[in-house]
């Protein structure tokens, strides 16, 4: 038995405890025993004198499972903080054998010895070591089984122990992986809005408070999904009208949107997934009214296209660091096993994002 005892304030909880862990294992090796009489002799349960006789040998039985089951726990008690099984395998294994079959045999023989000459088939003056020894056969047989359940479960456990350490790892990288993408994303939108709100007050003070009013709303659904690993398809295509609408602000006629959804119902994105792509496109492509700027977002299956005429102005100014596609990107590696797509051709950019649900 190898469970540890977790020390405690409280004295009778202890006790308790140490009391709890004796008692099931004086169970399990009185089971054991009688499994090992009704092996060797079934037919010894069905009479009174059967199960008189039987008593000796259940007692022997009872002496040797309690001694390699105790035996069993300290090797591994012994073993586990010294040698591993998940970076030594055969070592352990090794070492596990040689001192398990030792403590096996000299306990089993030592237990064979006081079983005979207490029963008086001997006398310490002319004691049968060749009996014994073949006596002692019987009972490493049973520790021979013994040790491969403690071996088996030794290993199982450590490999258990080992494989939630590393999930939790993994975890925990991915989760510090993905705050730091969203911690992007919120002072880059904030620059990027004030950026277009500074050329907005010199050009029109009216558009610039309008623009305002829009951006204090849009900002709101900002601060709200920060801590959100993913949002409803329906939150971030409100988000996307909000924004594009705060941009026909702006831009007036020479932008022009569509959204077309046949089913929002269960689908989940990364949240401003929408937000990244809309402004990438404005950011980096030419609005006027000789080449307005179109952008559609399409629900195709259960994926969402969000594409914009590709007509890239000459020159872009970039005072934010890119983050964009390699945002969305990081993030879908992080939240699923479905990537997003990217298309170019000399009229069109289209992003093709998965939409994702919820597993149970």
């Known amino acids: 038995m190898s469970k540890e005892l977790s020390f ?3 004295p009778n909880t202890h006790s308790y405890g140490i009391w709890y862990d004796l008692k099931k294992f004086i169970l399990l090796n009185i089971a054991i025993a ?19 006789g039987m008593i000796p040998d259940f007692l022997f039985s009872f002496c040797v499972s309690l001694f390699l089951s105790w035996g069993g726990s300290r090797v591994e008690h012994l073993l586990n903080p010294r040698v591993s099984w998940v970076y030594t395998p055969v070592k352990r294994l090794i070492a596990t054998v040689v001192l398990y079959m030792i403590y096996a045999f000299v306990g089993c023989f030592t237990i064979v010895f006081l079983y005979i000459w207490i029963d008086g088939e001997f006398t310490l003056d002319e004691i049968p070591w060749a009996g014994i020894l073949d006596f002692t ?11 491969a359940i403690f071996t088996s479960r030794s290993w199982l456990l450590e490999w258990r122990k080992s494989a939630i350490e590393a999930e939790q790892l993994r975890s925990e990288k991915f989760a510090s992986q993905y705050q730091s993408l969203k911690d992007q994303l919120n002072p880059h939108f904030l620059f990027n809005s004030l950026n277009v709100l500074s050329n907005l007050v010199y050009e ?15 900002y709101r659904y900002v601060l709200d999904v920060q801590q959100e ?36 119902n269960g689908f989940l994105l990364p949240p401003l997934s929408l937000q990244l792509l809309l402004e990438n496109a404005i950011k980096h492509n030419e609005a006027s009214q000789d080449h307005p700027l179109f952008i559609h977002i399409l ?12 007509q890239p102005k000459s020159t872009v100014k970039d005072d934010s660091p890119g983050i964009g596609l390699s945002n969305i990107r990081m993030r879908y590696m992080l939240l699923s096993d479905r990537q997003i797509e990217v298309a170019q051709n000399e009229n069109e950019f289209l992003v093709k994002l998965p939409l994702l649900r919820l597993t149970k």
Not at 45 to 51: A, C, E, L, N, T
Not at 204 to 218: C, E, G, H, M, R
Not at 238 to 262: C, D, G, M, T
């Open 8 to 10: 405690t304030s409280d």
């Open 34 to 52: 009688l499994s090992i009489q009704v092996f060797f002799c079934f037919s010894c349960f069905f009479s009174w004198d059967g199960i008189k």
């Open 137 to 147: 056969l019987t009972p490493m047989t049973i520790a021979l089984v013994f040790m």
């Open 204 to 218: 029109d003070p009216d558009k610039s408070a309008a623009f305002i009013q829009k951006l204090s709303k849009i």
């Open 229 to 264: 690993e993913l949002v409803s398809l329906s939150q971030e295509l409100e988000f996307a009208k909000n924004y594009l609408e705060l941009q026909k602000i702006r831009f007036e006629e020479n932008l022009i949107f569509s959204i077309k959804i046949e089913n929002e």
């Open 299 to 310: 629900q195709k299956d259960q994926e969402l296209w969000i594409s914009n005429s590709f």
